[in-house]
């Protein structure tokens, strides 16, 4: 099958199914949390408010995953003090501030020469430019997730259901929801170059929404949702490369499809009367 073989004979190619297939493993695992706790705006604003950093990274020559990570934090922390002092509901900072990060984005890579060129991969990633370096900072990523998902699922499920349990079991929730945050600072931090921050949404919540249906258990979902990632990754790519389109929005419009068909057949497969 030539179609499917050709486009990873280029190593550009093969280096973005690596790339994108470790952010789905990232995406899978943390957005498994992100649709159980119901966290899916906050990943919108967390991917919204690494812009400014990401842009002024991107003008000075500075690692870009290090200004997007600096301006997530600060994304986060600004949404509480807003609640805390401002007296506004969480959905009413996060839209404020997302709003506000992505102007402060735009106006900041506007200095650049190569303004439209940044601003496009910024917004939509860019899957093909990625390097080995970005692979093994993708691989440090996926370790960091997995191995403090594993660590903290006790603590996740606990307060995900009863904080109040949580706490007299001595589960410490308030610690579970901070690093559940930093995990989704992570997820989309980086993924970032893989979808861009606009689409990276998408890869975190598609996988695990396509994956519910066909799972029971937290755990199993993570394996199935990052398969589901995978496969997204694939056919992004494959699109891309036939019917020359975007790869970023191509990986995340597949995720978008394979949820809607994951849910398609789940519904087909569950109703009474069914040919067996």
């Given at each position: 099958?030539?179609?499917?073989?050709?486009?990873?004979?280029?190593?550009?190619?093969?280096?973005a199914?690596?790339?994108?297939?470790?952010?789905?493993?990232?995406?899978?695992?943390?957005?498994?949390?992100v649709?159980?706790?119901g966290?899916?705006?906050?990943?919108?604003?967390?991917g919204?408010?690494?812009?400014?950093?990401?842009a002024?990274?991107?003008?000075?020559?500075?690692?870009?995953?290090?200004?997007?990570?600096?301006?997530?934090?600060?994304?986060?922390?600004?949404?509480?003090?807003?609640?805390?002092?401002?007296?506004?509901?969480?959905?009413?900072?996060?839209?404020?501030?997302?709003?506000a990060?992505?102007?402060?984005?735009?106006i900041?890579?506007?200095?650049?020469?190569?303004?439209?060129?940044?601003?496009?991969?910024?917004?939509?990633?860019?899957?093909?430019?990625?390097?080995?370096?970005?692979?093994?900072?993708?691989?440090?990523?996926?370790?960091?997730?997995?191995?403090?998902?594993?660590?903290?699922?006790?603590?996740?499920?606990?307060?995900?259901?009863?904080?109040?349990v949580?706490?007299?079991?001595?589960?410490?929730?308030?610690?579970a929801?901070?690093?559940?945050?930093?995990?989704?600072?992570?997820?989309?931090?980086?993924?970032?170059?893989?979808?861009?921050?606009?689409?990276?949404?998408?890869?975190?919540?598609?996988?695990?929404?396509?994956?519910?249906p066909?799972?029971?258990?937290?755990?199993?979902?993570?394996?199935v949702?990052?398969g589901?990632g995978?496969?997204?990754?694939?056919?992004?790519?494959?699109?891309?490369?036939?019917a020359?389109?975007?790869?970023?929005?191509?990986?995340?419009?597949?995720?978008?499809?394979?949820?809607?068909?994951?849910?398609?057949?789940?519904?087909?497969l569950?109703?009474?009367?069914?040919?067996?």
């Amino acid at each position: 099958m030539p179609w499917l073989t050709e486009p990873f004979t280029a190593d550009f190619v093969l280096r973005a199914l690596v790339g994108g297939g470790l952010a789905a493993v990232i995406c899978g695992v943390v957005g498994t949390w992100v649709v159980v706790r119901g966290m899916a705006f906050l990943g919108e604003a967390i991917g919204h408010g690494m812009l400014p950093g990401v842009a002024l990274a991107t003008v000075v020559g500075a690692p870009v995953m290090l200004g997007g990570a600096v301006s997530a934090v600060a994304m986060s922390g600004l949404v509480g003090v807003l609640q805390r002092r401002g007296r506004l509901s969480y959905d009413t900072s996060i839209g404020l501030l997302f709003v506000a990060m992505l102007s402060l984005g735009v106006i900041i890579v506007s200095h650049s020469r190569s303004y439209a060129t940044d601003a496009t991969a910024i917004l939509f990633g860019d899957v093909l430019a990625i390097d080995e370096d970005d692979l093994v900072a993708l691989l440090v990523a996926a370790a960091v997730a997995v191995v403090v998902t594993a660590t903290l699922h006790r603590s996740f499920v606990a307060a995900a259901f009863d904080r109040r349990v949580a706490a007299t079991l001595g589960l410490r929730p308030q610690l579970a929801q901070l690093a559940l945050v930093a995990l989704v600072t992570l997820a989309v931090v980086s993924s970032y170059q893989a979808v861009g921050s606009l689409l990276v949404v998408g890869l975190l919540l598609a996988p695990s929404v396509a994956a519910t249906p066909w799972t029971t258990s937290i755990p199993t979902r993570m394996v199935v949702a990052v398969g589901f990632g995978w496969l997204a990754v694939l056919i992004g790519l494959l699109c891309s490369w036939h019917a020359d389109t975007a790869a970023g929005a191509s990986i995340a419009a597949a995720a978008i499809a394979l949820a809607a068909l994951s849910s398609v057949a789940a519904q087909t497969l569950a109703r009474p009367g069914r040919p067996s």
